[in-house]
């Protein structure tokens, strides 16, 4: 009667696709149906460890009733043969706790430690030829990513029943988001879950598996820029991340090292190559260029200049392009120093329109609140909490408040906040080192009161600098007009709002083809991806950018 419901059994399960077979598997005292889709030792281990919430563990081997060991190689001869019996799994000695509490924490009302036995037996059922049981199915990618996702989350899930791992989880449902120090906490648990089981040095895939779950566990903390969204936990091309930082960490106490491989190659950025959004009607031979650069510089017509710039768009890029000749393009091109826009101009002749407004349409609708929100939760700072009250003030209480006066106004509070919220990278161990958001502060924007010679504080300048907001006010919280200096050039910003003149400074690193002040590197890369959508994938971004972003769009 029981081969007679087996063969119904088998009948019922039959559907389109590519075969599997159905294989019966028991873990201690559970017996459970294990399916795979070729007889591989491989595939066989995998799928078991899966099917019975086990995390994936290497150095384990198989034997057959008589002791004899099945390998790869035979696995699928010996799984395919009728009566094969029980095959039992042994792990290394340094292997069994861990797979041993991981199963009972997994199948704590199911499974049974036994008496003292160190191997897991799992029982597989082979019918004769006739009784084979056999599945058609099928295994599209999606549906294997599906099987990964879930993997992966389950392995986060059994890590996190660690102390303090509760806690995380409940910070999670109650707020869609993990506070800085939980999303460390978090980090330590799983890493050194992952080093209990891997080692100090795990291979990429594991690493991966870990990441990967963090975000399917948690989807708010996906970013969704990245390719895969958990970058910012591990980057397996450049070998980044919070979990690889912390594996470097405990890498370095106990002195053993990991060797990578290469990095990729990254090629975005405001000194990048690009294919430009312009094409013009006709490309100027180089004399052509020189009559039009002549006649711009003793030109008073702004619509004439614009034209001609416009006109010599192409073999400005080239300059730019070029290091040697990159230093001169202020020379060759002076009028950038008294017309106003043109900056805007080449940038929009670089992106296009819809890129250029991206920043303005954004910044104010979508990201400024949510920054003074994420700001509100960083540890309180006498710096903070000014530029917080300077955000939330409103026009008429900047005038009446006697102390808003000492500060920026909303729109560029907001916008320092960033440097708060995504703190500059460590300058080595040389000076200036760790650098604080008020120091980076100093490298974005400088007030001086009207009346004021800006040519003295330009003859001030010791040593070539990157891009800096000049503001003439007669106070920080009602600036008249910016400047943009660059390598100890002035050049007038045409809006004469905070947030206008921000975007003015941030387009021209990409007209000028410099590259960002290093404090205020992540900074501007969290503005390039994010807000402009600029080469995005193309940048090193450091996993508090990405971080960031996902709490921000999510």
Request: one cysteine or more.
């Amino acid at each position: 009667m029981a081969a007679i419901l087996d063969r119904l059994f088998c009948n019922v399960l039959l559907c389109s696709g590519d075969t599997i077979m159905l294989i019966k598997t028991r873990i201690y005292n559970t017996q459970k149906y294990v399916k795979i889709k070729e007889p591989s030792l491989e595939e066989f281990l995998n799928s078991a460890f899966l099917k019975f919430s086990v995390p994936p563990v290497n150095g384990v081997k198989v034997f057959d009733e008589t002791g004899t060991e099945v390998d790869a190689e035979v696995f699928s001869d010996i799984a395919q043969q009728p009566n094969t019996g029980i095959l039992t799994i042994k792990f290394d000695d340094d292997l069994k706790e861990t797979l041993h509490s991981s199963s009972q924490e997994a199948n704590s009302s199911a499974l049974s430690t036994g008496s003292g036995d160190d191997t897991v037996i799992l029982e597989i059922v082979s019918c004769n030829s006739d009784d084979t049981i056999i599945l058609e199915e099928s295994d599209s990618p999606p549906r294997k990513r599906q099987r990964a996702d879930e993997e992966a989350k389950r392995v986060v899930e059994l890590a996190l029943r660690r102390p303090g791992g509760d806690r995380i989880i409940k910070e999670y449902h109650r707020t869609k988001s993990l506070t800085d120090s939980s999303r460390r906490q978090m980090v330590n648990i799983l890493v050194a879950d992952m080093t209990e089981a891997h080692g100090t040095a795990p291979p990429r895939n594991v690493r991966e598996m870990y990441a990967r779950g963090i975000v399917q566990l948690f989807p708010y903390l996906m970013d969704p820029y990245s390719k895969n969204g958990y970058e910012h936990f591990y980057d397996g091309e450049s070998g980044s991340g919070y979990l690889a930082w912390r594996l470097k960490t405990i890498q370095r106490k106990s002195a053993s090292s990991e060797s990578r491989g290469s990095s990729r190659q990254l090629t975005g950025g405001p000194a990048a190559r690009r294919e430009a959004s312009f094409s013009p009607e006709m490309t100027l031979s180089e004399e052509q260029c020189k009559e039009a650069m002549a006649l711009m510089r003793y030109c008073t017509d702004e619509a004439t200049i614009k034209q001609k710039m416009k006109m010599t768009f192409q073999h400005r890029r080239s300059m730019v392009l070029d290091v040697e000749k990159s230093s001169d393009v202020l020379t060759e091109f002076p009028r950038f120093k008294d017309v106003k826009g043109l900056i805007e101009q080449d940038f929009v002749l670089q992106f296009g329109e819809d890129v250029a407004a991206r920043f303005m349409e954004r910044w104010p609708t979508t990201f400024k609140q949510k920054v003074i929100q994420q700001c509100k939760a960083l540890p309180s700072t006498s710096d903070l909490d000014e530029l917080i009250h300077c955000a939330e003030a409103t026009p008429d209480e900047e005038e009446i408040d006697d102390t808003l006066t000492l500060g920026w106004d909303s729109d560029l509070s907001s916008i320092i906040f960033l440097l708060h919220l995504i703190p500059p990278s460590a300058q080595g161990r040389r000076r200036p080192g760790k650098v604080s958001a008020a120091q980076a502060e100093k490298h974005l924007v400088v007030f001086k009161k009207s009346g004021t010679s800006i040519q003295e504080h330009v003859d001030a300048i010791k040593c070539t600098t990157q891009p800096y907001l000049l503001a003439v006010g007669m106070k920080r919280s009602t600036i008249h007009e910016f400047f943009i200096i660059l390598d100890k050039q002035v050049i007038p910003c045409k809006s004469s709002s905070t947030l206008g003149a921000f975007d003015e400074l941030f387009k021209a690193h990409f007209v000028f083809g410099t590259m960002y002040n290093q404090m205020l590197h992540n900074m501007f890369t969290f503005i390039q991806t994010t807000i402009y959508n600029i080469d995005i994938g193309q940048v090193h971004e450091s996993p508090r950018v990405a971080e960031v972003r996902a709490r921000l769009l999510h």
